[in-house]
């Protein structure tokens, strides 16, 4: 169960980050926030990141081997990257409607996964 928790705890906060890094440019886009400062920027995606944070720390804690957790500290950097790409994959395409996959990202998508499993192979 903590392996599961850690991955979706995982998933929460990286939807929290990729709105972080990149939800200001959406709201440029749409022509919100593009007379606020870049400071006014700054603090928003802070204000968002400090929910990503309040969702990483947990997981990395109860996913982590030493607190009683399924993983190791590379197998839990590794699920985060892979988690990590995905969220941004799905966020990008529903935000940025021109944002497209290509053969190419798949590829890299499909190393990614072998990587997963290369960090798992005992």
Known sequence: MKGLYTILLLVGSNI?????????LKLQQAKISESWPLILVIVFSWAIALLEYSLQVPANR?????????????????IQEVVSLIVFSIVAMVMFQGV???????AAFACLVAAVYFVFMK
């Not at 929290?16 to 200001?24: D, E, I, N, P």
């Not at 109860?62 to 590794?78: A, M, T």
Request: glycine share 12%; proline share 3%.
């Open 16 to 24: 929290f980050m990729t709105l972080a890094w990149y939800g200001h």
């Open 100 to 106: 497209e996959l290509k053969w190419n990202h798949l």
């Open 62 to 78: 109860i996913g982590f081997e030493e607190n009683g957790g399924p993983f190791n500290l590379v197998q839990l950097k590794v």
